[in-house]
């Protein structure tokens, strides 16, 4: 199996769909995205010189409705990646219950290098070149060097090619763009939801303790959360590097160290560690919300938590959960952890097209009754298959997908 993102996504398909015995015609119109573009983007600099971008925008699949969400810029961006997000888009959608398709894309670029207004010229022209898009098309949000700046060029661009203002077009706004509440929260919020509702069902009480690698906004967020209700904090680490006491690290004091001194190394009382070295502390626990792959089959074999929760994306590699699985370690995918980001999207659009903004409560109350139940339904079928969470969702997934396919008639019905 190589490396490539979109290999490994279409394996998780064909698995997930044998299992749950999904009609043939879902599976194929589900092997390639419905369309994809390939454009460039025409940047003059600062010195003068014309630089040519190439962008990548992927709509997966639409049947459950528009396409939505990131814009990633990273220098090497390129279709197969926006083709294995925009169906890992697709499929987290679905499972949040969310009336959307997989959409996401990026530009083939390095932010650091950029002046800001180089980057903005960048981001404009983006918008500006994307073949398709509007609220009931294409709705690009925030990814991988975007941010609320950024959304806040992109529907200015958009309006003023529209003529008219429309902010339920763009995802991830600032509040003063018409974004919504809870949206820099929303994925350590969602991701806190799940865990406490599967530690109820696996009756891990509520002081057991944990460890989060990446301490970002989603690392973060969990963090304070899941102490807030009484777990224990014992390991800690962001790129510069990591913390351990297991005696617990006050997590509010760490706030506050991590505010001053933009990193958690250092922090009074710990033990350094590395990044790596924090996914083998002991804890019942287990968070990774930094990058993809950082479980694998080097050492799956020495990860002593017993719950693994995936806040990242893609953090666990398909030879290190075979390894994890037969030493009893459950796995709770990243397409239902952190899906809540996806929800309050969603959210936002719908706030965005009634012109009816929500207080944070609101916003917070309705998340966490979204991705209740969509942790509920894949609990569900888990029970009911007998197989493991990322199989549950996944196989939950299709089935709503396929159910929408065949109503439409893009698929035919067939025997089981």
């Known amino acids: 199996m190589s490396g490539n993102p979109f290999e490994t996504s279409l394996k998780t398909l064909h698995e997930a769909a044998a299992i749950g015995q999904i009609n043939a015609e879902v599976v194929r119109l589900l092997e390639q995205p419905k369309r994809q573009f390939e454009f460039t983007i025409p940047v003059r ?12 925008r992927v709509h997966y699949c639409d049947a459950l409705g528009q396409v939505k969400n990131g814009v990633r810029v990273v220098p090497d961006m390129d279709m197969d990646t926006a083709k294995a997000l925009g169906f890992w888009m ?6 949040g219950g969310i009336p959307a398709g997989g959409g996401k ?22 918008i500006r070149y994307l073949p398709m898009k509007g609220t009931w098309v294409d709705v690009p949000g925030a990814d991988i ?8 060029w992109m529907l200015d661009e958009l309006e003023a090619i529209q003529g008219f203002h429309s902010p339920a077009a763009i995802n991830d706004k600032p509040i003063e763009a018409n974004g919504t509440e809870l949206s820099r929260e929303a994925t350590g919020t969602g991701a806190f939801f799940v865990t406490r509702e599967v530690t109820r069902d696996l009756g891990i009480p509520d002081a057991a303790s ?25 390991a800690v680490s962001d790129i510069f590097g990591g913390i351990e006491n297991q005696d617990g690290i006050d ?23 590395t990044p790596s070295e ?68 969603s959210f936002e659009r719908t706030q965005g ?16 009754e979204r991705i209740v139940k969509a942790y509920q339904q894949t609990a569900a079928v888990a029970k009911e298959l007998g197989v493991s969470y990322r199989d549950a969702a996944w196989v939950n997934a299709l089935r709503k997908i396929e159910k929408a396919m065949l109503v439409r008639g893009w698929a035919w019905d067939q025997p089981k």
């Open 45 to 56: 600099m600062d010195d003068g010189h014309l630089e040519i971008f190439q962008a990548f």
């Open 210 to 234: 944990f460890a989060v690698q990446g301490y970002g906004n989603v690392g973060r967020v969990a963090a304070e959360l899941l102490c807030q209700r009484g777990h224990k904090l014992v």
């Open 251 to 273: 997590v509010n004091a760490l706030g506050a160290y991590v505010d001053e001194h933009k990193t958690v190394k250092g922090f009074p009382g710990c033990r350094d560690i």
């Open 353 to 368: 097209l009634t012109d009816s903004y929500w207080d944070r409560e609101t916003v917070r109350s309705r998340l966490e």
């Open 90 to 95: 697709t499929i987290k959608h679905a499972v």
């Open 145 to 152: 060097g975007t941010h609320g700046q950024t959304q806040s």
């Open 278 to 345: 924090l996914l083998e502390v002991p804890c019942d626990i287990l968070l990774p919300a930094a990058v993809q792959s950082v479980i694998h089959e080097g050492n799956a074999g020495k990860i002593q938590a017993k719950l693994i929760m995936e806040c990242a994306n893609g953090p666990t590699t398909p030879e290190a959960e075979k390894i994890l699985e037969s030493r009893g370690v459950i796995i709770v995918p990243d397409v239902l952890v952190n899906c809540g980001s996806a929800i309050v999207c």
């Open 105 to 126: 894309g990026g530009i083939k670029a390095d932010p650091s290098k950029l002046s800001r207004r180089e980057y903005e010229a960048l981001i404009r022209g983006f």
